[in-house]
């Protein structure tokens, strides 16, 4: 037996060592499948590039709050306050169920001022967890209904991709935008 050999032997031993408690039953089966809960809620703040690199015109502000829902399913969320929503406009979250894959599809309805005319806006948020404190804006757009029952859709993250005034938006990655959970 080589010597790399003997130090894996060794290292499993170790550590089937320090994972048997003694408490269970000898033979009993591992459980299929385990199931971790992960928690969206909180506030996120926008960082650049796939790297999160955390730069001070981008990441001093919220970019997004997430609150857990109040039906007591660990698993269904709902935006608490996004930096697109106007300070005093009316605004409604619906709430969203995050699926197996750790993505999560968020919506807010609210109102507001485009091309000069009054208007209901739909944001759309489709976020995906990437870790305890980091999650990628993978989808966002914009849908506006005028007085006349027209809907326009924009793709936020395009629309920034091709302008770069937008630098919050711009400053995603290949793998969307990351967003930073801040301390609670």
Not at 15 to 40: I, K, M, Q, W
Not at 56 to 75: C, P
Not at 121 to 150: C, K, P, S
Request: net charge negative; glycine share 10%.
């Amino acid at each position: 037996m080589s010597p790399y050999h003997a130090i894996a032997a060794a290292a499993v031993l170790a550590l089937a060592a320090c994972t048997n408690s003694g408490d269970d039953e000898p033979g009993r089966p591992l459980p299929e499948r385990v199931v971790l809960h992960y928690d969206f809620s909180g506030d996120w703040m926008a960082a650049a590039g796939d790297q999160c690199a955390e730069r001070l015109d981008l990441s001093e502000t919220v970019f997004l709050s997430i609150g857990a829902s109040q039906e007591g399913e660990s698993d269904r969320y709902h935006i608490a306050d996004l930096f697109m929503l106007e300070p005093g406009e009316p605004a409604e979250a619906l709430v969203g169920t995050a699926d197996g894959d750790g993505r999560l599809a968020l919506a807010v309805e609210t109102e507001g001022v485009v091309d000069g005319h009054r208007a209901a806006i739909i944001y759309a948020l489709l976020l995906q967890q990437e870790g305890a404190l980091i999650v990628r804006l993978r989808a966002f757009t914009m849908t506006v209904r005028d007085n006349r029952g027209r809907a326009t859709e924009t793709d936020l993250l395009a629309e920034a991709a091709a302008d770069p005034s937008i630098p919050m938006l711009g400053a995603r990655g290949s793998r969307g935008l990351c967003l930073k959970r801040l301390p609670r």
